[in-house]
Nanobody
C-alpha cells in the first residue's frame, strides 16, 4: 500500500489550499483514508477520514468547518480542501490508510511521506 501526499506550501493566513493523496485503486477499495497533521513539538492530530465503500466522511474538531475531504476514484486520489488557514495550521500533513475508519493514528498502518504546509504572512 503506497500513498503520496502533495500540495503543501507556503500560504498566507486566510488562504485556501488543497492537498492530494495519490494512491492505488486497490487501496481505495480496501481501506479508509485519513488525513493527519503534526506540528513541531506536538503529537500527530487527526483531521478527517473518508471510508472505502460509501465514501462517508468524518471531521475531527481540529479543523471541522474549514476542511472538506473528497475522493476521485478515476484518479485514485483523495483530497483535503482547506479554507481560512491560520498560522497554527502550520504542520506536516499526512494521509494514511486503515482497515478501521477512526481518527486514532495508531489504527493506521500505512502512511504517506507527508507534505509541509506553512501558514505565514
Amino acid at each position: 500500500v503506497q500513498l503520496q501526499a502533495s500540495g503543501g506550501g507556503l500560504v498566507q493566513p486566510g488562504s485556501s489550499l488543497r492537498l492530494s493523496c495519490e494512491t492505488s485503486r486497490f487501496t481505495l477499495d480496501y481501506y479508509a483514508i485519513g488525513w493527519f497533521r503534526q506540528a513541531p513539538g506536538k503529537e500527530r492530530e487527526g483531521i478527517s477520514y473518508i471510508t472505502k465503500l460509501d465514501g462517508r466522511t468524518y471531521y475531527a474538531s481540529s479543523m471541522r468547518g474549514r476542511v472538506t475531504v473528497s475522493r476521485d476514484n478515476a484518479k485514485n486520489t483523495v483530497y483535503l480542501q482547506m479554507h481560512s488557514l491560520k498560522p497554527e495550521d502550520t504542520a506536516v500533513y499526512y494521509c494514511a490508510a486503515t482497515n478501521t475508519a477512526t481518527m486514532w493514528h495508531e489504527d493506521y498502518h500505512y502512511w504517506g511521506q507527508g507534505t509541509l504546509v506553512t501558514v505565514s504572512s
